[in-house]
């Protein structure tokens, strides 16, 4: 074997990197030495991340933009809420790598490799990690390497978030740079969950994104369609395409975490660290970095890091109904939007709500029959 280390990082995408920030900050870890393998290295994805949060956090320096207004849309409502003690954030990906590695750099105890992971194997004393030049022991792993194992599982329904976005600048100011669209339904469905939304940055500059929730992608000449017919909708003329990004994130509560092994803890999507139901991922790394973190302070067996409660199961029936009724997402959210408090659903969408505006939440769902079907249909998973 080559090398020894005491943590090894198998990729080094945003779970990775929120981790190992943590880890720097602790002083329990300034002797441990630390591998990072990434096959692309010196490459930074174009991302965005969107996420909700007081409005004074430890994230705030990565953030580009805030908003305190959020608007939601239907072809049936248009509801715009002022938050309060929150907001709604976006983090760029150029900046928010750039700066996490140059700090990660510094530390003399962790290393990089830029190399293709092939193989990890938990030998109950150790893990070793295999590359296309070499092999590393390590005596914790945290994995981030996509695992696909979901796609062929019949027991748990899959669809799949897949969106394209344009950043775009305007000749004229277009937008409101104080509000953020957070969902806009009121494009064509065509028997899908289809919508778009807007983040815009000031007046005259905007990510605007055209997002599905369904089992099949598009053809790429699709997407740009959608994305040019919202845009001439909103009474935009000429405009510059700044950059553009694309992504496909899988919605399923598949049990990711039943992989994970006494020594490997795998993370971020090769994890189920995305919200199954809406795809949302910044603060849900967040919160599942810290318990990894304290898993391997404590030394204990990955096995045990488990993420079944009852909000996993919530993302359950909402994925089922939406894989058999995949037109009815429109509706839904409409009415949870229109008879909810914004702050008790994003409490909810974020796992951190009480039981009472759960029910109020559940209770205002419409076409009751497909969630009573798809709950009989799924209760025997929560065991």
Avoid at 97 to 109: D, E, I
Avoid at 178 to 190: G, N, P, R, V, W
Avoid at 355 to 374: C, D, H, R, T
Wanted: with cysteine; net charge positive; charged share 25%.
């Amino acid at each position: 074997m080559d090398k020894k280390y005491d943590i090894i990082f198998c990729g080094g995408g945003l779970s990775a990197l929120i981790t190992l920030d943590k880890i720097i900050s602790d002083n329990f870890f300034n002797n441990k030495s630390i591998l990072v393998i990434e096959k692309n290295l010196d490459i930074i994805p174009n991302k965005t991340w969107s996420f909700w949060e007081p409005v004074n956090s430890k994230w705030n320096d990565f953030v580009t933009k805030s908003w305190d207004k959020i608007l939601f849309k239907s072809s049936d409502i248009e509801l715009e809420k002022k938050l309060k003690d929150f907001n709604y954030k976006m983090i760029k990906s150029e900046s928010f790598y750039r700066h996490v590695m140059a700090k990660l750099k510094s530390f003399s105890n962790i290393e990089f490799i830029n190399e293709n992971v092939t193989e990890v194997n938990d030998l109950v004393d150790h893990v070793i990690v295999k590359t296309d030049s070499g092999e590393f022991y390590g005596k914790k792993v945290f994995n981030s390497v996509p695992n696909e194992s979901y796609k062929s599982n019949q027991k748990f329904p899959v669809l799949l978030q897949h969106f394209e976005g344009w950043t775009i600048k305007t000749e004229k100011s277009v937008f409101n740079s104080q509000t953020a669209t957070l969902m806009d339904f009121s494009i064509d469905q065509k028997n899908e969950t289809r919508f778009c939304y807007v983040l815009p940055t000031n007046n005259n500059e905007a990510l605007i994104e055209f997002t599905l929730f369904s089992k099949d992608l598009l053809k790429d000449s699709e997407y740009e369609i959608e994305i040019n017919k919202y845009i001439v909708n909103l009474g935009i003329g000429n405009f510059q395409i700044i950059s553009k990004e694309k992504g496909i994130i899988p919605m399923t509560c598949f049990p990711f975490e039943k992989e994970n092994t006494n020594n490997i803890v795998n993370i971020g999507t090769a994890g189920g660290w995305t919200k199954p139901s809406t795809g949302y991922t910044f603060r849900f790394i967040d919160k599942f970095s810290d318990r990894t973190i304290e898993f391997l302070k404590l030394d204990k067996s990955f096995k045990k890091f488990k993420i079944k409660n009852r909000f996993w199961f919530y993302d359950l029936i909402f994925i089922d109904v939406l894989y058999y009724n995949n037109s009815l997402g429109s509706n839904i959210f409409q009415r949870m939007f229109e008879k909810n408090k914004f702050k008790s659903i994003f409490k909810f969408l974020d796992n951190e709500s009480r039981l009472n505006q759960e029910l109020k939440i559940i209770i205002s769902m419409p076409n009751k029959l497909a969630f009573i079907k798809s709950f009989f249909r799924n209760i025997s998973k929560i065991i």
